[in-house]
């Protein structure tokens, strides 16, 4: 067992490299490794995204979201700039098309205000013909600051701070079992063991698995995955849309509902419904793994989940099936698209905790003990927020794991 570590990072998604980017920059010294299961990274979560920098418009003010998704996109920004990632802010309008969406845009208004939002506004038909010329609507709201970038992209760059600074990245290697030997821990995984004195566990759809090796207790939580698919507009139709165009989200529903979106490849995409995916990698309808869906279905939480929403639930099973539902949803707002226009393709596969009494979580949770830490919930505004909470999970780390003095005049809120 040579591989010997002061600190493991578990997963090697963008979450999982932004944190051990800025230990590693914060702790120069610190014997670090990444492991990740897969033989590239960040091709899960972090690979299959709608690409949007979120401005922090939707999340209850004062909860980690809202907190760290403003601090993540301008962390994110400055790196990018420094790096020349392109960073495009196109712009995000919410649209209500029905009288009765009006109330809830006002409310989103009200917590998009709250958090701060940088140049919010709130339009009505002749602003939004301005802005986006073939959208309609009764009113909506103007997010000038929202952005587009390549995560995956900003991911890969995580990783080469990681190595440059003296991290070690194994990849193809899953995390299968983990034991205490005296101070340290053994990981125990399919490229050989690892010995370290400490892990944080950024893992993503297996989070709540990882956390189970682990001996953490998950609270009641479960990660129940739902797979997202989008259409790509055809290029002679990509003027349709010259920013994003999002609809008024449904309340009781987390899921932000479908949208159309400019990439910053210069695609323009029309997506996602979210509809329980049958394998927590499940990118296709017919990918089925019998251990996942077993495990969901079994879930108490899940059950009362799709009891309570069975109606929505139908719905956007019924959008990812029948492509006039689907361009039927996009055409309320962006009524000239049509279905000769549309390319199915691509999907994502969302990691969302449920907890047992049903309920969706909506916040990050981030916690552990004074040997390992987690991320055990963090969707969208994730990737956005990746240099926040890595500097949140930084500064527990260093206050659990003593990690050693600090690089000088370094602080973790600098990108």
Known sequence: MNDRFDLVVVGGGIVGLATAYRLLRH??????????????????????????????????????????????KQALEVFAAARGIPVERCGKIVVATEPEELPRLAELEARARANGVDGLEAIGPE???????????????????TAIVDFRRVALAYADE???????IFCGRRLTALRR????????????AVRTRFVVACAGLHSDRVAALTGSDDGGMRIVPFRGDYYTVRESARGYCR??????????????????????????????????AFAREGYRLGTIS??????????PGFRRLARRHARTGLGELWRGMSRRAFVRAVQRYVPAIQASDLVYGPTGVRAQALDATGNLVDDFVLGGTDTVLHVRNAPSPGATASLAIARVLAEAAAER?????????DPLADP
């Open 243 to 276: 920013g994003l165009i999002y609809p008024v989200p449904d309340p009781t529903f987390p899921f932000l509902g479908i949208h159309v979106s400019r990439r910053i490849d210069g695609r323009v995409m029309c997506g996602p419904n979210a509809v329980l």
């Open 27 to 72: 702790h120069p010294h610190l014997r670090l490794a990444v492991l990740e299961k897969e033989r590239e990274l960040a091709i899960h979560q972090s690979g299959h995204n709608s690409g949007v920098l979120h401005a922090g418009l939707y999340y209850s003010p004062g909860s980690l979201k809202a907190r760290l998704c403003r601090e993540g």
């Open 127 to 145: 602003r939004l013909r301005e802005l986006e010329p073939y959208a309609v609507g009764l009113r909506g709201l103007y997010s000038p600051g």
């Open 181 to 192: 030997d005296g101070g340290d821990m053994v990981l125990r995984t399919t490229g050989g």
């Open 162 to 168: 990681v190595t440059a600074r003296g991290g070690t």
């Open 401 to 409: 794991f003593a990690l050693g003095p600090a690089r000088p005049g």
């Open 290 to 299: 019998v251990r996942d869906l077993v495990e969901t279905l079994r879930f």
